[in-house]
T-cell receptor
């Protein structure tokens, strides 16, 4: 079985301040983990992925995430928020053995000027 | 541009009607996934096809059906529509049989009046 929990449904930051979106997962197997971003009225776009290589993963638009097996976490960070980062973010756990991907409920990021 | 094309982008119809949503995956992708996104239920996995065969089923209602054709495009058929079926329907594709790395279309917004 696998599951993913996004710990915050809404996060609000000021422009230029750091962003932290939290994701915890559970999986019976070694998982692959992903973060997606969805801007209003748009499809989801892959930000970054972890597939058992380096634990610190860099993605697009300055985002990165660190896989911490001991904490079963895959938090998404960015050093300095930009107005264009305002969107919904989804954490996903995927398991090829189980044959499925599980999406978190999403975190809405608001960036204040 | 993800390379996944969905039509129509917007559709307004009445309760009891039937609609067909179409998805053209990225060139070469064999897997097609359908998701429903609504305000109250979030992003829900409906069904997956791989190379023409149904591979996985999620929370898909019996009133809904899908298929993948030999040219790999897919259609999602929604019948006996209810107000609660109003949602954004996404198609996603990937080259692999199972993968969390999905490429999403921009969605078809269905409004049932």
């Amino acid at each position: 079985a696998q599951s993913v929990t996004q710990l915050d449904s809404h996060v609000s930051v000021s422009e230029g301040t750091p962003v932290l979106l939290r994701c915890n997962y559970s999986s019976s197997y070694s998982p692959s983990l992903f973060w997606y971003v969805q801007h209003p009225n748009k499809g989801l776009q892959l930000l970054l992925k972890y597939t058992s290589a380096a634990t610190l993963v860099k993605g697009i638009n300055g985002f990165e995430a660190e896989f911490k097996k001991s904490e079963t976490s895959f938090h998404l960070t960015k050093p300095s928020a930009h107005m264009s980062d305002a969107a919904e973010y989804f954490c996903v756990v995927s398991n090829t053995n189980a044959g499925k991907s599980t999406f978190g409920d999403g975190t809405t990021l608001t960036v204040k000027p | 541009d993800s390379g996944v094309t969905q039509t129509p982008k917007h559709l307004i119809t009445a309760t009891g009607q039937r609609v067909t949503l179409r998805c053209s995956p990225r060139s070469g992708d064999l897997s097609v996934y359908w998701y429903q996104q609504s305000l109250d239920q979030g992003l829900q996995f409906l069904i997956q096809y791989y190379n023409g065969e149904e591979r996985a089923k999620g929370n898909i209602l019996e009133r809904f059906s899908a298929q993948q054709f030999p040219d790999l495009h897919s259609e999602l058929n929604l019948s006996s529509l209810e107000l609660g079926d109003s949602a954004l329907y996404f198609c996603a594709s990937t080259a692999h049989r199972v993968s969390g790395e999905l490429f999403f279309g921009e969605g078809s917004r269905l409004t049932v009046l």
